[in-house]
């Protein structure tokens, strides 16, 4: 226990306090062991002791409050002990090491996510930097228990801020409001984020604050005898029906009413939804028995309903919104959801571990309204309770994502295992195009090096330097290969310039002529248009990247007479189809070096997608072929570098591709038929099946379908995914067919 620890002194507190905070967590929790709460207490009154806030209060206090606050999103005791832990390798002497054997590794690893999380230097606050700002602090919190922690931490702080200089008090306002009151928002914690939002009002906007204020202040008790008129009226009409319900005022927040007459350009008087109440239901079906009574009562605003029951809101929110025109002509907005939406509505991701209901006697948790979570524990079901899920859940909101510093403190957003070239690209071409070394966090590493989340990267330039068709193998955003493409692709006109010129001078020779002369003349103009090209350059590069032989510009350019009983000759030179490609492979696909039709084939080893990265290779006497930047089979004639062009996709052009896609599902009957059913919906068509039965009543499905790009491919992946039986989905590529499929899908389910 720690009733010897109620000395009022500047290092503790009376432990009642300490006493109340594990009273309510016993509340939801009753079998919870507090004793990690209790030692967790007693350490951090001795690292703070002698340690005051701003406003005078005990330092400890602060520690207790933002466990408060943990307790309120009813959280367990590890959450709530490294609560009260949060600031000790920051502001004391105590060591991560000692953290760690005192209280093990788990409390460890959330009291360290804080302290880097609240070390991170919020140099901008731009809109887009801000939004980078907040999907780096999920990002570097790889427990989503990290970021409510911090989220509990800032919420106190706000309640504490008129004790700090009215700079610094500004400061961390704007920072709260941009950062932290929308990921409370993202994560649906209602109340928190209101509190964000209300706090960070009140000191960014003083002067508008108080004006609210005083305006809601002033009509406070004729609209809560309005509302409760209204409320009383709605439970009446409840009970005659038999529906059993709660039905109560809604308090209006003063940053909600300041934004909406920012947004709306109106006046405080105009903003009807000050008068709204909320009906809180016992089930689904109820809410939309209540939303009929209503409409029934008074006429509802056309245009003014929202179903966020069936539409959920990205953060889980879940309600019924109207307005109706309620007595005395006055606007009245009407909320109706059940008590468990009004759960997930306060505590937001939190309520997924609290809250329990009982479906066919048994306990299960609640989440059918938590797909956005659901998603991001990718195989992990029926979680039994919080700390299975706590310790499951591993914040990856973005998963597609990785941020980064520049040496000036502004954050970059990059896609996933981007690396030091990505980032030079992205911040300027010329960097990236000049780029010659990279250091990340003070330290050289290679250009293909992966960054982390919270690495500051710093290039060396060099004028010298170029970009080289190696980076093509490693880089990762569109505008890395995008720009290395084009340096690349210039280098190979260049190439093919000199090439192409070489060769035809050569053919001119050996019919005994000048071609200085013979290249100069109007002959040599009508060739070259006689062969399809609008330009001599154009002609020669032709010939250069084989596309057109010497031989067929030597027939257009000398008299046919001199031709005759020349013998045909071994040509040298890359001979391409020049018969017309099929459109759907020709005009789906652009080769970046010119613009002339060129025969082009898609790569059977890897079958690209729209919308994936690309590159072509010049097959002799086959035109190009497109292969996936990322083709294994790729790696033998990469070493090829002179026959490697750029290519791109048409995003003008709507046309079909082939891919192949394998299922596991469970062996019963009609599966085959709802899996056709969602491809149906997505316009998707069947070209191959192929079904097996397989062991443990599972079916294997090798498919052959047509989709439009890699986008809609996806799209049909995931809806599939959702179908009741499936087990296991995968898209198939040539390449990594290994074993027959049923095998391998066996061995993979």
Not at 289 to 297: A, P
Not at 618 to 647: K, M, S, Y
Request: aromatic share 8%.
């Amino acid at each position: 226990m720690v009733s010897g620890w109620a000395e009022n002194n500047r290092g503790f507190i009376p432990a009642m306090k300490v006493q109340d905070l594990t009273d309510e967590l016993l509340e939801y929790m009753p079998d919870a062991d507090v004793d990690i709460i209790l030692n967790a207490y007693i350490y951090s009154a001795k690292a703070h002791r002698g340690q005051s806030r701003r406003s005078g209060e005990a330092y400890i206090s602060h520690p207790l409050e933002v466990a408060h606050n943990l307790v309120k999103l009813k959280l367990d005791p590890t959450t709530v002990a490294a609560g009260l832990l949060h600031d000790t390798i920051e502001d004391t002497l105590s060591t991560p090491e000692e953290i760690k054997e005192l209280f093990g590794d788990e409390i460890y690893q959330l009291v360290d996510g804080v302290t880097k999380i609240s070390q991170i230097h919020f140099a901008s606050h731009e809109e887009s930097q801000a939004e980078n700002y907040r999907k780096m602090i999920f990002a570097m919190a790889h427990d989503i228990r990290v970021v409510l922690i911090k989220l509990a931490d800032r919420a106190h702080n706000m309640q504490t801020l008129g004790s700090l200089s009215e700079e610094r008090q500004r400061r961390i306002a704007r920072e709260t409001l941009e950062i932290y009151a929308p990921i409370a928002n993202r994560l649906g914690i209602g109340w928190l984020k209101a509190e964000l939002e209300n706090g960070s009002f009140r000191y960014l906007y003083p002067e508008e604050f108080r004006t609210i204020e005083e305006k809601v202040a002033k009509g406070k008790d004729n609209r809560a005898l309005y509302v409760e008129k209204v409320s009383s009226r709605i439970m009446k009409e409840l009970k005659a029906v038999g529906i059993s319900g709660v039905v109560e005022g809604r308090p209006k927040q003063f940053f909600s009413i300041y934004k909406k007459m920012m947004d709306q350009n109106i006046s405080f008087e105009d903003v009807y939804d000050l008068i709204g109440v909320r009906v809180l239901t016992e089930s689904l079906g109820d809410c939309y028995s209540v939303l009929g009574l209503v409409h029934s009562l008074w006429k509802p605003i056309p245009g003014k309903f929202k179903d966020y029951i069936a539409m959920p809101k990205p953060n889980m929110y879940q309600s019924l919104h109207t307005t109706v025109i309620g007595p005395r002509g006055e606007r009245v907005e009407v909320q109706i959801r059940s008590e468990q939406m009004d759960k997930v509505c306060q505590e937001g991701v939190a309520s997924h571990w609290s809250y329990k209901e009982k479906v066919d006697g048994d306990e299960k948790p609640v989440n059918q309204q938590l797909l956005w979570v659901r998603h991001l524990l990718e195989n992990q079901k029926d979680l039994k309770n919080p700390k299975e899920f706590l310790n499951a859940f591993k914040v990856n909101l973005f998963p597609d994502e990785v941020y980064v510093f520049t040496p000036g403190g502004d954050v970059i957003a990059l896609p996933c295992d981007a690396t030091p070239v990505d980032f030079a690209f992205e911040v300027h071409t010329d960097v990236g195009c000049h780029c010659k070394s990279a250091k990340v966090n003070g330290k050289v590493v290679p250009l293909m090096y992966k960054l982390q989340d919270g690495d500051q990267v710093e290039i060396t330039t060099l004028k010298e330097a170029s970009p080289n068709i190696d980076w093509l193998t490693f880089v990762k955003t569109s505008k890395a290969r995008s720009r290395i493409s084009n340096h690349i692709n210039s280098e190979e006109r260049s190439r093919s310039l000199c090439l192409g010129k070489e060769l035809l001078e050569k053919e001119i020779c050996e019919y005994g002529l000048d071609p200085v002369i013979e290249m100069k003349g109007e002959a040599f103009k009508e060739a070259t248009q006689a062969c399809g090209f609008n330009s001599i350059e154009s002609l020669l590069m032709g010939i250069g990247i084989g596309k057109l032989s010497t031989h067929h510009v030597i027939e257009k350019l000398i008299p046919k007479e001199k031709l005759e009983g020349k013998e045909s000759r071994e040509k040298t030179l890359i001979k391409l189809k020049e018969s017309q490609p099929p459109e759907s492979s020709r005009n789906a696909i652009k080769v970046q070096c010119f613009n002339e039709n060129i025969f082009i084939r898609i790569g059977k080893c890897c079958h690209p997608l729209p919308g994936e990265p690309i590159i072509g290779y010049i097959t002799r006497g086959r035109g190009v072929t497109v292969h996936h930047i990322d083709c294994p089979g790729f790696g033998d004639i990469i070493n090829d570098p002179e026959r490697l062009v750029g290519v791109e996709w048409d995003a003008g052009l709507n046309e079909i591709y082939q891919a192949h896609i394998a299922i596991v599902a469970a062996d019963k009957p009609g599966i085959m038929a709802t899996i056709s059913q969602s491809f149906a919906e997505c316009g998707v068509n069947i070209t191959r099946a192929n079904i097996q039965q397989g062991s443990n009543k599972r079916a294997y499905f090798d498919l052959s379908i047509e989709v439009q790009d890699v986008e809609h491919l996806n799209q049909i992946l995931e809806k599939t995914r959702q179908i009741t039986g499936v087990i296991y989905l995968e898209r198939i590529k040539d390449f990594n067919k290994n074993s027959p499929i049923k095998n391998r899908l066996e061995a993979l389910s």
